[in-house]
T-cell receptor, first 113, second 118 residues
Framework: KQEVTQIPAALSVPEGENLVLNCSFTDSAIYNLQWFRQDPGKGLTSLLL?????REQTSGRLNASLDKSSGRSTLYIAASQPGDSATYLC????????????FGKGTHLIIQP | EAGVAQSPRYKIIEKRQSVAFWCNPI?????LYWYQQILGQGPKLLIQFQNNGVVDDSQLPKDRFSAERLKGVDSTLKIQPAKLEDSAVYLC????????????????FGAGTRLSVL
């Protein structure tokens, strides 16, 4: 059974800092890995999707890397802003026939102005 | 493009009552998912539909939960009878199609229905 772990569970940093969120998964046979953002009372917004054959994806100030063999991914946020405050979730799709996502518990991020 | 619509946004019921949630996916999306998110946890997949057929319901507690997507568009998720541990946010997501041949197939999520069982 696939398990996804995110570290740290919570993080508070001053505005402008660069930061790294970590995700690990137990079964390396994944189809893809996605990073989501969740704001209170709202649904999930997809930030980046990395196919199993890829090593990284970039979007603006966000960069996600994937090391499938070691079961790890990182989300790098450059020059953090207060608007980045949210919960960040990592999720994987397994290599089997179903397409459902297996999520970690998330990292609750606070950017202090 | 309209997003995934869910209703109601909030629901409060007493244990042993029944409740139903509704989801309207993005137009043209063939694949629909229901997830349960308990406070402090990541979402957990309950069921996946492809058009009006079930692809995966291995984590659906079938003794009390049921879901349908009769015309391959809207979907309803029902709980009967509800238990205290069913208190959670129920998220609906849709994607254009199933994952095949390198397709990225991003899932788009609705705002969810927050259920409180007293």
């Amino acid at each position: 059974k696939q398990e996804v772990t995110q570290i740290p569970a919570a993080l508070s940093v001053p505005e402008g800092e660069n930061l790294v969120l970590n995700c690990s998964f137990t079964d390396s046979a994944i189809y893809n890995l996605q990073w989501f953002r969740q704001d209170p009372g709202k649904g999930l917004t997809s930030l980046l999707l990395i196919q199993s054959s890829q090593r990284e994806q970039t979007s603006g100030r966000l960069n996600a890397s994937l090391d499938k063999s070691s079961g790890r991914s990182t989300l790098y946020i450059a020059a953090s802003q207060p608007g980045d405050s949210a919960t960040y979730l990592c999720a994987v799709v397994g290599g089997g026939g179903a397409d459902g996502l297996t999520f970690g518990k998330g990292t609750h991020l606070i950017i202090q102005p | 493009e309209a997003g995934v619509a869910q209703s109601p946004r909030y629901k409060i019921i007493e244990k042993r009552q029944s409740v139903a949630f509704w989801c309207n996916p993005i137009s043209g999306h063939a694949t629909l998912y229901w997830y349960q998110q308990i406070l402090g946890q990541g979402p957990k997949l309950l069921i996946q539909f492809q058009n009006n057929g079930v692809v995966d319901d291995s984590q659906l507690p079938k003794d009390r939960f049921s879901a349908e997507r009769l015309k391959g568009v809207d979907s309803t998720l029902k709980i009967q009878p509800a238990k205290l541990e069913d208190s959670a946010v129920y998220l609906c997501a849709s994607s254009h199609t199933r994952l095949r041949g390198g397709a990225k197939n991003i899932q788009y999520f609705g705002a969810g229905t927050r259920l409180s069982v007293l």
